[in-house]
């Protein structure tokens, strides 16, 4: 893009910073439009699971709803408790919500549409998904308040123990693809099933690790049946219970756009990312953008995880650390002994 | 230009974080401090060109060690008045560690500026078209092997020592057997009976 700037006219300094902020904005901007419309999806998929009928009234089909409760809650009065540390009260919102953003620079949308092409990519989204428990676990303490706090906790918790396992799944992909960057991920997976899919998925070694994979990011999200930390037959609201207006909504954007995000890293790691499932040409599968393909499959693994908040019921806590340290971490560990004896066996051999 | 301008924005806000995780009177205010400090210290290592070793600064430092930092600081309730209470007790302790840390500092400086003993280290490395993980991975699987494999056997000793300092057996508590729970059929833990009228049944 900043190529472009400069065949305007501009001093390439200016491009760079001007195409940069361009590209920020490019991101920023439809994914929150994307998160207000994935909100309106996630009611009408639970309203059907539950024979409802979901929102309907504000605009077609209820379309408009997310953005009218947008303007509700902005025009709402922002109410901070008498005995909650301001300054932090206020941060912890704001903290979860551009954390949720950050770590969307890294995501590639095309074949070289990326805000940032870095080769640490993946280690960036772990260390910035890593500093979305600090919104959760301040919100609860500077609330001053004793759900809030035991919500923290139990958040602090839950996400350390399932970022472990995340980190080894992530490092069984790595071995695969030979890079940490998400675009030369993606390439990697280019025929990797007998020459014909397009995905680490298929991959007999590589498929436990997507379940665990996906089954984790729910985890990571604080989504059902994980959503202990704001269990409300427990907590009230959990971390939120004292807040409202803007900084609520702050949470409420950042945790949605922290599961487009987990679905998005599903899309890319395991199943092609940008690429079509297939790789055959007969079919003009290549014709169509690869920013198709990779929002078709973030829908599918959206459409997951709203189906099993419809569907599953809450984990009590102790089963929740159970599955994390005694299932998720031994299976993930031994599968990072098989797929590097495996691939040197295969590949480096 | 703009690398120049991070610099001393980053250096900054290290140095000015780091003074007030000191003087902050809240701890928990101190921990965020010192998450800033890290964060910024991450940042002049991505200037620095060692990218891999900023992100996993952030990783290990903010992302672990930082969050287990705070969950202490917020359980134990540190009334920090008290705390300082003591203040001229220790001031010459505190004087004597902070003078051997400067002096350590300027012999250390003035050992480096008089040209050290490895010359050939102090250069700067060759810059070649590796990237910075795979360049540290090949030092450390070759060269530091069993440097690298002597560190993973104390951080293992400390592991174990961790969990059997805090591990003890408990009499009298039931734990939960997931798998006998598993293997459980609804014929084992249910009966159909069909009492006569007034006569109750036996459970």
Known sequence: MTETFIS????????????????????????MLAVAMIIYADRKIWAAMALRRGPNVVGPFGLLQSFADGLKVFLQETIIPTGANRGLFLIAPIITFTVALMAWAVIPFNSGAVLADINVGLLYILAISSLGVYGVVLSGWASNSKYPFFSAMRAAAQMISYEVSIGFILVGVVLYADSFNLNEIIKAQQGHGLGIVNAFGFNLLLFPLAVIFLIASLAETARA???????????????????????????????YANVLLMATLNAILFWGGWLPPLNIDLIPWFDIPGIVWLFAKILFFFFIFSWVKATVPRYRYDQLMRLGWKIFLPISLIWIFLISGWLMLTRYS | MIPFIAFYLFATIVIASAAMVIFARNPVHSVMWLILAFFNAAGLMLLAGAEF?????????????????????????????????????????????????????????????????DLAARAAPAVTDKSNIQQIGELLYTRYIFLFEAAGIVLLVAMIGAIVLTHRQRGGVRIQNISSQNQRRPQDATRLVDPGVGQGMEL
Do not use: H, K
């Open chain 1, 225 to 255: 049946p994980f959503d202990l930390t704001e269990a409300e037959s427990e907590l009230v609201a959990g971390y939120q219970t004292e807040y409202s207006s803007m900084s609520f909504a702050l949470f409420w954007l950042g945790e």
């Open chain 2, 53 to 117: 070793i900023a992100m996993l600064l952030v990783i290990v430092y903010v992302g672990a060690v930082a969050v287990l930092f705070l969950f202490v600081v917020m359980m134990l309730n540190i009334d920090f008045a008290e705390l300082r209470a003591g203040f001229v007790r220790y001031l010459p302790l505190g004087a004597l560690v902070a003078i051997i840390l400067v002096a350590e500092l300027i012999f250390a400086l003035g050992a480096w500026s008089a040209g050290g003993v």
């Open chain 1, 8 to 31: 305007w006219g501009m001093d390439p300094n200016w491009a760079w910073g001007v195409a940069t902020v361009a590209g920020i904005l490019l991101i920023a901007l439809p994914l």
